[in-house]
């Protein structure tokens, strides 16, 4: 892990107390993982893991903020803080949202300088 450095270090802790001060939270579905173990031949299966997490409020996305083809009408964006986050957000991940799914379509890192400080998630129903 690069070492952080001074923005990173006084950008993301604020970045979390605004998302968990004005934000909304949502469920984050990781899905289960498989392990091999080369030793013994056997196999091991987690359970899928849900995170109650603070993300901005959603907000569609604005034609030509991006390209065309990249967003459906009824897709929405929201900033997951990285700090303190028990997983990585990864393409195909589902969301709740109250009684709505989504799935992650995309994920944009964004950098405070060595580090990310939050994650662009374009979330599609």
Not at 36 to 41: A, P
Not at 57 to 78: L, N, Q
Not at 90 to 107: I, P, Q
Request: hydrophobic share 35%; no cysteine; proline share 10%.
């Amino acid at each position: 892990m690069p070492d952080p450095t001074k923005l990173d270090i006084k950008l993301i802790p604020k970045v979390k107390r605004l998302v968990v001060k004005y934000g909304k939270t949502m469920d984050f579905i990781v899905p289960a993982t498989k392990t091999y173990n080369r030793l013994t031949g056997a196999t091991s299966e987690t359970s899928p893991t849900t995170y109650s997490k603070k993300v901005t409020p959603p907000e569609p996305y604005i034609e030509g903020y991006v390209p065309a083809e990249s967003i459906k009408v009824g897709d929405t964006k929201v900033y997951l803080p990285s700090e303190d986050l028990e997983f990585t957000p990864k393409n195909g991940y589902l969301v709740e949202f109250g009684a709505t799914k989504w799935r992650m379509e995309f994920v944009n890192p964004i950098y405070s300088g060595e580090l990310v400080a939050l994650y662009e998630l374009l979330l599609r129903k």
